[in-house]
């Protein structure tokens, strides 16, 4: 009875087809991260879905199947037993890695220190703002939308007894944001001002909230400044405006007068010369309470200006989240904040940067190589580059990128962060599976001149 459940299980058909089950499923994942333009999708729908692991499950039931069906062993068995367990033991290690491994990125601006590692996976976050508005964790939970999203009846959290529901879910999406009006107290005004002459024409939307109560606009030969009316005139050209009596008020100071040279309340629709360069202000739209309403438009593909993007609903109210960003929301006796973002985990030591080096092809803008000079304690100094890791505590710190400002200059070094717990399996298992083949072919060999010998004795 044992004989006849090994024997399918140890047979040529079952290796050959999970040979091509994980050909088949590689070659997906390969041609589907190929047209998203993007790995972690990739490896969420593809990688890591049921077929590959029911792929590498078969592969190891026939691994220990055919060994088992050889049993008892012999001496001429023992390269197909350790190339057998040399495979076992390596997947073991990737299942560890896998696991319990970190593979993550942390970003340090120069000056600064990182001590935190941004995982590629997502969670959601609810706090709540007690009376002395310090915000409390309600909860917490790790998400896989892409491949599990809730349905419209789920919901991720109860808040004061109403539920907070996912709606809809786009991996691949592009943020668009509007100004509206709204009926909320607690919203901030906004406008939307259109400053021109004969040279030139500008429209914008500015907006003040109770947390970032001014906004200012630099536009060259004049700043325009939004707030409640608390701003203070140093120098320039600066057009003042504020909400006042339902209307907006306005102050015109100039920079050859050192002051004030203009004040009153317009509506929208109205003009005011403001005195130089012929620059007329319209007011274009006026609203005393405001919010941004941000959606997002779902696209096909990975892009820079894409990012994965979820609607909630909350007590007939719907909000949009992008990745890594946040949304506050108000029920009768509370504040809270919901935010959508990648998991982070504590790396358990400070890295302080303390500069960053960049080498640039000669006449080119374009880096040839770059380099981090950190600060480490119980390590000292240390610079990281990409052929030049630093290693402390378990973790491998290797130089990923950069980012820049305008002008070139790089503001901030980006690092990867890797914590192979498997490795040493895997490196295990490599070498009892190379001792397995080299054994097969040079006792093969050992066997038949032995025996060409002892034929011709």
């Known amino acids: 009875m044992f004989k006849k459940i090994i024997k399918p299980l140890a047979s040529i058909k079952l290796a050959v087809f999970v040979i091509l089950l994980i050909a088949g499923v ?87 220190k990182g001590s935190m590692v941004v995982l590629p996976d997502r969670q959601i976050s609810l706090y709540a703002f007690d009376e002395n508005m310090v915000p409390k964790v309600i909860g917490q939970k790790p998400t896989d939308f892409i491949v599990d999203l809730p349905s419209s009846d789920q919901a991720l959290f109860q808040i004061e007894g109403k539920p907070l529901r996912v709606k809809q879910y786009f991996h691949f999406a592009e943020r668009d944001e509007k100004i509206v009006a709204s009926e909320n107290k607690n919203d901030g005004p906004a406008i939307r001002f259109l400053l021109s002459n004969d040279n030139v024409s500008v ?84 609203y005393p309470h405001s919010r941004r309403r941000v959606t997002y438009v779902e696209k096909e593909r990975f892009s820079k200006a894409t990012q994965s993007a979820v609607q909630f609903e909350y007590d007939g109210e719907e909000y949009w989240l992008g990745l890594n960003s946040i949304v506050r929301f108000f029920s009768k006796s509370k504040a809270y904040v919901l935010s959508y ?44 580059s990409m052929n030049n890791p630093l290693k402390h505590n378990g973790f491998t710190l290797y130089q990923a990128s950069f980012s820049e400002n305008e002008s070139g200059q790089p503001t901030a070094s980006v690092l990867s962060v890797n914590k192979d717990p498997g490795r040493w399996w895997k490196y295990l298992g490599c070498l009892i599976m190379v001792f397995g083949i080299c054994h097969l072919f040079f006792y093969k060999k050992w066997i038949g001149k032995r025996k060409k010998g002892v034929r011709a004795s």
């Open 341 to 384: 973002g990648q998991v982070q985990i504590p790396l358990g030591f400070n890295v302080y940067l303390k500069k960053f080096n960049v080498g640039r092809y000669q006449g080119t803008k374009r880096a040839s190589s770059y380099a981090s000079d950190v600060f480490v304690k119980d390590l000292g100094f240390s610079t990281i």
């Open 26 to 112: 590689s070659a997906v994942g390969t041609f589907y991260e190929s047209m998203v333009g993007e790995a972690y999708a990739a490896q969420k729908v593809v990688y890591k879905s049921v077929y590959m692991y029911l792929a590498i499950f078969l592969l190891c039931v026939n691994l220990i199947a055919v060994m088992i069906d050889r049993w008892p062993w012999k001496v001429r068995h023992t390269g197909f037993v350790c190339a057998h367990i040399g495979i076992l033991i390596t997947l073991f290690g990737a299942w560890i890695t896998q696991e319990f491994g970190v593979d993550g990125s942390v970003a340090i601006e120069v000056g600064d």
């Open 203 to 286: 429209s914008e939307w500015m907006f003040a909230s109770k947390s970032n109560q001014q906004q200012k606009l630099e536009l060259g030969p004049a700043t325009v400044v939004w707030d409640y009316g608390e701003y203070k005139y140093s120098s320039g050209n600066v057009i003042h405006l504020f909400p006042k009596e339902g209307k907006v008020a306005y102050r015109v100071y100039s920079k050859k007068k050192k002051g004030l040279s203009l004040e009153g309340l317009t509506e929208a629709g109205s003009m005011v010369a403001t005195g130089w360069m012929g620059l007329e202000l319209r007011l274009l739209n006026f």
